[in-house]
Nanobody
Framework: QVQLVESGGGLVQAGGSLRLSCAAS????????MGWFRQAPGKEREFVAA????????LYADSVKGRFTISRDNAKKTVYLQMNSLKPEDTAVYSC?????????????????WGQGTQVTVSS
């Protein structure tokens, strides 16, 4: 079992930046992929970005490609999501998730443990 705690959300103006962090405990951190998902009011949870256990492979949703960067520090057991050029449509609760294996994936069913989420609000 993996425990995850996110931090770094907040209110930012359009065009601004935020960096989310997700600290993990439990299983050996490098043994599983990590992902970020988001859920806006009235919408389903959607994939944002994922990174393999080694950190060498990443995947992004088309809507954030070129603006968001996922990274991880296995020594600190932490995954990050750097969000630049934020848009109002990025407003959502962002949650990190631990994968069931090392390989990077966009499939929500491949993620077994979830953080509580952190609110990101982008004003126009």
């Amino acid at each position: 079992q993996v425990q995850l705690v996110e931090s770094g959300g907040g209110l930012v103006q359009a065009g601004g930046s935020l960096r989310l962090s997700c600290a993990a405990s439990g299983r050996t951190f490098s043994s599983y992929a990590m992902g970020w998902f988001r859920q806006a009011p009235g919408k389903e949870r959607e994939f944002v970005a994922a990174i393999s256990g080694s950190g060498l492979s990443t995947l992004y949703a088309d809507s954030v490609k070129g603006r968001f960067t996922i990274s991880r520090d296995n020594a600190k057991k932490t995954v990050y999501l750097q969000m630049n050029s934020l848009k109002p449509e990025d407003t959502a609760v962002y949650s990190c998730a631990a994968g069931r294996a090392r390989f990077v994936t966009t499939d929500i069913t491949d993620f077994g443990s979830w953080g509580q989420g952190t609110q990101v609000t982008v004003s126009s």
